[in-house]
């Protein structure tokens, strides 16, 4: 007797396929090759067993990698004024967080600095200079490290100028840009509205080069605007620009795969993380189990009927912001992707 894998045709098949657990075992052949009886690999199944038992950290591995948390909020006019009540409530929702990119600072620009403080003595911090009356900032903290100082795009012009640094954790190196697009733009502004400022960002990524392939893009893009009596998703039509940008790119946004809106107060998802999550690019990322949309507004629900009425929003909106804050994970154990890609 010998054994042999199971053959198309042979017994145990139906239409020439195995079936069942037949993949996977193998079959003794009787003296007269007329019958054949799957028997299991004993041998290789109590070596498996014994494996796991005696390494318990090799399933564990898989099931719990080390990661980090990406967080992205437009907290608006952060900074303007003196308020550190509002300061310690951003710091209760963001904290945690191992990078954090925001919009929206005011022009004094002493709000990101006052709130990384307050979410941990170990948090870092960078503040843009000032872009449309308004700055960017980025928090972070261990083991996220700065690897290039954090700077505006000096080959993207838009109406905000995009703010971003070059980052490491673990295994994962990955570039920052940080974007707030205006939204229709003012006689100010021309011709900088969405469609002109996503076209150039779309131009923009066509023509990059950097060796730096883990490219995330994060802040408040303005788009898809889903009005009031809208569905997800919304209109192709009305987004052509935006989708796109992400089709083209091979870009996804946690934001809309998790369906949430990143408003407080109607269904717009104007908050997006960014990436193509491809091999050579950012595999890293963990899937919608590491995505979240925090709806820290629901403290505010005074009605508990899930939705803001106005005077609500307007707390909401002066004691926090009007945008959630929206995360997503990446591990960083992987191999590092970026030195010989092909």
């Known amino acids: 007797m010998h054994s042999r894998k199971l053959r198309p045709g042979d017994p145990g098949r139906q239409g020439g396929a195995v079936t069942g657990l037949h993949d996977t075992v193998y079959f003794r052949k009787t003296a007269d090759e007329t019958e054949a009886r799957p028997i299991m690999n004993h041998r290789l199944a109590a070596g498996l067993i014994l494996m796991l038992c005696l390494n318990p950290y090799v399933g564990a591995q898989q099931q719990n990698p080390p990661t980090i948390t990406l967080g992205t909020f437009n907290i608006q006019e952060l900074g ?10 951003l710091a209760d929702i963001c904290r945690g967080i191992d990078l954090l990119a925001v919009q929206e600072v005011a022009e004094n620009g ?17 503040v843009s200079e000032i872009t449309t009356h308004e700055r960017l900032g980025l928090i972070w903290k261990p083991p996220v490290t700065l690897l290039q100082p954090c700077e505006f795009l000096p080959d993207l012009v838009l109406g905000r100028k995009p703010f971003t640094g070059v980052f490491r ?5 990955f570039r920052v840009v940080v974007v707030h697009l205006f939204w229709e733009g003012s006689k100010k502004t021309y011709p900088h509205t969405r469609g002109v400022e996503l076209t150039l960002l779309d131009d923009w990524l066509c023509r990059r080069v950097d060796p730096e392939l883990d490219l995330i893009l994060m802040g ?3 788009e898809p605007n889903m009005f009031y009596n809208m569905t997800f998703p919304p209109s192709y039509g009305f987004h052509d620009l935006f989708y796109r940008l992400l089709t083209r790119h ?15 107060v109607n269904q717009n998802i104007y908050d997006h993380i960014l990436f193509n999550p491809s091999h050579w ?3 890293e990322y963990m899937g919608l189990e590491g995505v979240e949309i925090v709806r820290w507004e629901r403290a505010f629900d005074l009605n508990q009927n899930d939705t803001l009425e106005w005077p609500e929003y307007e707390i909401a909106k002066t004691m926090v912001s009007d945008h959630r804050l929206v995360k997503a994970a990446f591990r960083i154990d992987l191999e590092d992707d970026d030195e010989n890609p092909q």
């Open 110 to 126: 002493t709000g990101v600095p006052d709130l990384a403080a307050v979410m941990g003595s170990e948090y870092l911090h960078a």
């Open 169 to 173: 954790a673990g295994n994962f190196d």
């Open 80 to 89: 303007k004024t003196v308020d550190p009540a509002r300061i310690t409530r």
């Open 220 to 222: 408040d893009f303005n």
């Open 250 to 264: 091979n870009l996804i946004s946690v934001s809309m795969e998790k369906r949430i809106p990143t408003s407080i």
């Open 281 to 283: 690019f950012c595999e």
